[in-house]
């Protein structure tokens, strides 16, 4: 597996695109809105380190509204037919 990119909340997206900007990140692309998970969408790179998803609530019925700002989870890439619920089971029991 490969990691795809780190996802971080946010209440103000704009504040925390411009933060990253600063530390050498560019936005990739727009930023999207998920009208399922009502939330704002946000991708930023670099050279240097994981892509970081930026996600900011857009109402209460939010997937996140009630979560804390920072950190919240990691992504990993599949490779098509890899069977990552078998990789997870066989790790557990390791």
Do not use: W
Not at 8 to 31: A, F
């Amino acid at each position: 597996m490969k990691l795809h990119h780190i996802g971080v909340l946010t209440r103000n997206m704009c504040k925390t695109i411009n933060m990253y900007k600063k530390m050498g990140y560019v936005l990739n692309g727009d930023i999207k809105t998920d009208d399922i998970q009502n939330n704002q969408v946000a991708f930023l790179s670099c050279d240097f380190s994981p892509q970081i998803e930026i996600v900011e609530p857009i109402n209460e019925n939010s997937s996140i509204y009630n979560f804390a700002e920072g950190y919240h989870h990691i992504c990993y890439e599949a490779e098509q037919g890899e069977d990552i619920i078998q990789m997870f089971k066989l790790m557990r029991i390791c």
